[in-house]
């Protein structure tokens, strides 16, 4: 029976993250290595900076759980170094979307996916579009998970019968926030941008000031997975490959710096 390795940056809280548990359990051995809070948009950070502390090592119905106090991409680590044979690692299902470059690079979601890879692993990062008011809310009991994770299922067990595609490290699984029995995964690249940032200055009772950081949104570019999820209403799946530097990016640089 193969070994999956779920992770997430929601916490060990997540509704969406045990119901997946619960629909690949048939499948598999289910193993849960998760941060102990909400730690979204970390990236691919490592704390190398204090020790990271096991808060809790459990068995609950034949799932081993980890919890622990470090980011979504030492989860990666414990995991390689406490549990054998894992066969793959799933990361989410994040309340949020992880649409375009410029959220696939914070996200720790796709961060621990990205761990996954460069450890040799095959990976799946999987999010959902929500309402803002929800992405810091991931132990939701209201939404129902289940057909997402029915599909995330699929995927998953596609990649363990048949590896992924020799040309990708990872893959990036986005949905909806209304799938419907005839939504259908649409393989696409992600966006370049879709987010633009700013500041909105605000002033403490301190008279001090302090910021928020607002992601803006720009319209998705045709064709991307922005596009396919937040225009069309379809399932994105996008390639993620670690290797940036290709041939001719290399040539171009040697031609810049050549005299």
């Not at 992770?7 to 509704?15: H, L, R």
């Not at 990361?91 to 979601?109: E, F, H, K, R, V």
């Not at 590896?163 to 949905?175: K, R, T």
């Amino acid at each position: 029976m193969p070994k999956i390795c779920l992770t997430n940056d929601d916490g060990s809280e997540s509704t969406a993250l045990m119901t997946l548990a619960e629909i690949l359990s048939p499948h598999a051995e289910v193993v849960i290595v998760v941060p102990d809070r909400e730690r979204s948009a970390s990236g691919k950070a490592l704390t190398l900076n204090r020790p990271i502390r096991l808060k809790k090592r459990a068995n609950t119905d034949g799932i081993e759980m980890i919890i622990h106090d470090g980011s979504p991409a030492d989860s990666v680590v414990l995991a390689r170094c406490l549990v054998e044979d894992i066969d793959i690692f799933v990361s989410g299902i994040n309340a949020g979307a992880n649409l375009g470059y410029q959220s696939m690079l914070t996200s720790g979601t796709v961060g621990a996916a990205l761990e996954a890879a460069l450890m040799g692993f095959p990976a799946i990062a999987v999010s959902l579009v929500v309402e803002p008011n929800e992405w810091f809310n991931s132990a939701d009991k209201k939404r129902d998970y289940s057909r997402v994770c029915e599909i995330t299922r699929d995927l998953v067990l596609r990649v363990l019968d048949k590896g992924l595609p020799d040309s990708v490290d990872a893959l990036n699984l986005n949905f909806p926030s209304k799938i419907s029995p005839d939504s259908r995964i649409v393989v696409v690249p992600p966006a370049r941008v879709r987010i633009y940032n700013e500041l909105e200055k605000r002033i403490d009772p301190n008279d001090s000031p302090y910021y928020w950081l607002k992601g803006m949104h720009k319209n998705a570019p045709e064709g991307s997975d922005a596009d396919v999820v937040l225009n069309k209403g379809s399932i994105s799946l996008s390639p993620i490959v670690i290797e940036t530097a290709d041939t001719r990016s290399i040539e171009d640089l040697r031609d810049f710096m050549s005299d």
